[in-house]
Each structure stands twice: as structure tokens, then as C-alpha cells.
């Protein structure tokens, strides 16, 4: 029988290399394989019901096959799905630019890509290239905070902050400063979310000789994601960007995550009343649906950049799917239905604290409890014979019937922002009970 079972699961995984996986660990632990989804479940061949306790890498904020959603995908499908955004336009792309630009009003220019880290990119070239117009050379550098995550490409990694994912490409990276020592809050309650003066004090002298340096810096406002759910003090933040704009710094907010409403707010920005030089957008603009991001900047960027063809002001970035008529109709729908979700995501986040800290109370094996919006996070105790204490309880919680997927020990839910609480109940229970198992 276990023999079959190997066999099987080779010849499963005979052709797909999984991301972000070992795949060795499949001989233990196999994929899901999953026959549907709708809501905050999915449904698996066998017939099993799986909570998405991530939603599906923190892009599903509307849930599965959300009927509006759907909808609109099939009303642009019968128009066209995709021309070439050079040199064309369309109403569709032109509508969800203006709705875009509603969401920070100086950032009024829409640059369109498919995935995160390009956005990101953009901006970082975007940054670099307007100090060479601007004859400013000597600004050619980028920091990144600890813990960051920006990409996966060479330049999103190169202002990342994350060994695991970073180190083996060293010889391709650029060598950038990190700002370390930030402080970290449990909540937006705590004192230093408010008042982080010591901390800063003790920042400035770090910071001061990389004035002149510096180009951008790059944030994940208020929550970093892969670094382990972390939360940061919004005055921190705030300060930081206060300090930047003082020294003609540009600002890369990488709200690909923390954005459209899952820290509480519609921009995580908001909770320190910061507007950055450039916006980063993916994962849940499409709710999931299809890839896609955008860069947003201002109007002084953008005539930066106007003049003749020919004389360096010339952005030639480019993607081939930019702007998909597709994404823009599902994107569009979505940030309709997202329009104000301040009291729910309010809600929400009470719940998530409340159930995680129930987990923490019954299994005692959680500490750092944390959360803002509609993330979660604490971390596991370590298990002396388990290294991948983590991954251990990933595999329980499958059993029992959720997707979680642990950043090492760090547990955390990213569930769909419109969750039921039932379905929330029961993610607790099962979690609960992986914990246990995992710990026998």
C-alpha cells in the first residue's frame, strides 16, 4: 500500500515543479488536489471540504467563484480579452485607472504589469531613472527595511531581507542598505504603534549618511508578509517617510499585500497618514481572479518623463499582457464591491485575535500573538524533535480539513475578508487540534 502510494504520488508530480516548495516533502505531505472552490473552500477530488485559511497566498479577498466576480470576467470576454496596451486604450482599462486613482489622489497615473514583483520593479526603475534626468547621479541607491520582502526578481530581491529566499543568487544582487531594528507592535493598540520617538532617535544617526545616497525606500506599510507577519509601530513609519520627503527620497510603498483593505484600512498607508511617490498593487486587486498589478505615481513623475522620443525620457518598460482587458473588467468589479469595508474588516480583525488567542489558551504552544486587519499571526514553540515545527502543523491542519501554510514557525490566517464567522469557528478548532496532534 505505501509503495502504491509513492508510486502514485511520482507519477502525480511527474511534470510539475511546485513554487516556493521542497518537493521532496511531497512524499510526505502530497498536494491537494482540488475539484473546485467557492467562498472560503476548497473541494478536493476525494470530496473533502478544505478551508483556505491564506486565501490562496493572500489574494483571494473576496473569496472563491464570487458570482459578481465571475461575471464580469464573462461580460469582457465577450467583448475582447486581450490587445496590446501600447498605443491602444479601452473603457474598461480607462475606467479601472480612474477608480484607481481615487485611492490616493496625488498618485494619479496608472502603470499596469502582471504580477507583484514587476510592479515593484517599475517603481524602483522608475525611481532610478528620474534622477538621471533630473542630472541627481549620485542618488542611485535603495534601502529596504529588516524582514522585507519585495520579489522575486533580481532587483525585488535585491531590497529583501530574507536569507532563505535570497541568499543562493547573491552573486546576481546588488549590494543595498537594510534598516534594522524596527519596532514591532502586537497590535494597534500598543503604545509603541503611537509613540515610537526612542526608537527613532536611535534610527537617525543610521540613516543620516545614506541622505545623499539614497534614491527610494521601499516599505511594506505597517504588515510584512513573508518576513513573518509582522506588524510595525505607524509612527515609525510615519516619521520615516517625514524624514525621506525632507531629504527628496522617494517612497516605494509595496502595498501588494497590505492593500485594498486588509489591514483595516483601504490603504495600509493610511494608518500613518503617509502618501508615498509610488504605489504598489496586486494579489486581491482581482480578488485572485487573474494576474495583475499596477504602479501608481503622480503627475510631477509623469511629466518628468515627458518630452521627445529619443532624448532620455523615454520609459520603455513593458509587459506583454499589460493592462488585460480581463484582469482590468475583474479588478474593476472588485474594487466596487470593496468600495468601504472599514467596519468589516474591524470586525474581522476582534475575531481573529479573540480565535487565536483561544488557540494560544488551549494548545500553550503559541507566544507573539499579533494581528491588524484581516491577518493573524503567532509563533509556534519550538518541538525537540521537530525543526519544522511548521510545516508539521501545515500537514495536521490539511488532515483535518484547512490550507494554512506556516512562514517557519510563524502561524498565521489570511483568510478571505468576507469569511463567515462559522467558518472562522471551525479554522480555530481544526487549527487547535493541529497544533495538538503535531505536538504528540
Not at 39 to 56: E, V
Not at 81 to 109: D, Q, R
Amino acid at each position: 500500500m505505501i509503495a502504491h502510494k509513492k508510486t502514485s504520488q511520482r507519477k502525480s508530480t511527474q511534470h510539475l515543479w511546485h513554487p516556493c516548495s521542497q518537493m521532496k516533502d511531497q512524499e510526505t505531505f502530497p498536494p491537494l488536489k482540488v475539484a473546485s472552490a467557492s467562498g472560503s473552500y476548497l473541494t478536493l477530488n476525494d470530496g473533502r471540504k478544505i478551508i483556505d485559511g491564506i486565501a490562496s497566498w493572500w489574494c483571494k479577498s473576496l473569496g472563491h467563484n464570487h458570482p459578481q466576480l465571475k461575471q464580469a470576467l464573462v461580460n469582457q470576454a465577450n467583448r475582447f480579452e486581450h490587445v496590446i496596451l501600447a498605443n491602444t486604450t479601452n473603457n474598461t482599462i480607462e475606467a479601472l485607472s480612474e477608480k484607481l486613482s481615487e485611492l490616493a489622489p496625488t498618485l494619479n497615473k496608472a502603470l499596469y504589469a502582471s504580477d507583484g514583483s514587476c510592479a515593484i520593479e517599475m517603481a524602483m526603475k522608475m525611481s532610478l531613472h528620474s534622477r538621471q534626468i533630473q542630472g541627481d547621479t549620485q542618488r542611485c541607491e535603495f534601502l529596504c527595511l529588516e524582514n522585507a520582502y519585495h520579489g522575486e526578481t533580481c532587483a525585488t530581491l535585491s531590497v529583501s531581507d530574507l536569507g532563505l529566499y535570497k541568499e543562493p543568487y547573491k552573486p546576481l544582487l546588488m549590494d543595498y542598505p537594510v534598516l534594522r531594528n524596527i519596532p514591532y507592535v502586537a497590535h494597534d493598540q500598543d503604545p509603541l504603534w503611537f509613540d515610537a520617538e526612542t526608537h527613532w532617535q536611535q534610527t537617525l544617526p543610521r540613516l543620516e549618511p545614506l541622505q545623499h545616497r539614497l534614491t527610494a525606500i521601499l516599505v511594506e506599510p505597517i504588515a510584512q508578509g513573508a518576513g513573518g507577519m509582522r506588524i510595525y509601530s505607524a509612527d515609525f513609519l510615519r516619521r520615516l517617510v517625514i524624514w525621506a520627503q525632507s531629504h527628496k527620497i522617494h517612497i516605494i510603498a509595496d502595498e501588494i499585500m497590505t492593500g485594498l483593505w486588509r489591514t483595516g484600512k483601504k490603504l495600509a498607508c493610511e494608518h500613518a497618514n503617509i502618501t508615498a511617490d509610488f504605489l504598489c498593487l496586486s494579489k486581491g486587486l482581482t480578488s485572485g481572479w487573474l494576474p495583475l498589478s499596477v504602479m501608481l505615481t503622480s503627475q510631477n513623475m509623469y511629466d518628468c518623463f515627458y518630452g521627445d522620443y529619443g532624448t532620455g525620457r523615454d520609459f520603455l518598460h513593458s509587459h506583454t499582457h499589460s493592462g488585460n482587458a480581463l484582469a482590468a473588467a475583474v479588478a474593476l468589479e472588485a474594487l466596487t464591491i470593496m468600495q468601504d469595508m472599514t467596519a468589516q474588516v474591524q470586525q474581522l480583525q476582534s475575531q481573529l485575535l479573540q480565535a487565536m488567542g483561544e488557540v494560544s489558551q488551549a494548545t500553550g504552544k503559541l507566544s507573539n500573538l499579533r494581528g491588524i486587519g484581516g491577518i493573524v499571526a503567532a509563533d509556534l514553540a519550538p518541538h525537540p524533535d521537530k525543526p519544522r515545527i511548521g510545516f508539521a502543523v501545515a500537514q495536521k491542519a490539511a488532515e483535518l480539513g484547512a490550507l494554512i501554510r506556516p512562514l517557519g514557525s510563524s502561524l498565521y490566517w489570511f483568510p478571505p475578508l468576507n469569511i463567515p464567522h462559522d467558518t472562522l469557528k471551525e479554522l480555530q478548532q481544526i487549527t487547535t487540534q493541529a497544533i495538538q496532534q503535531a505536538y504528540q
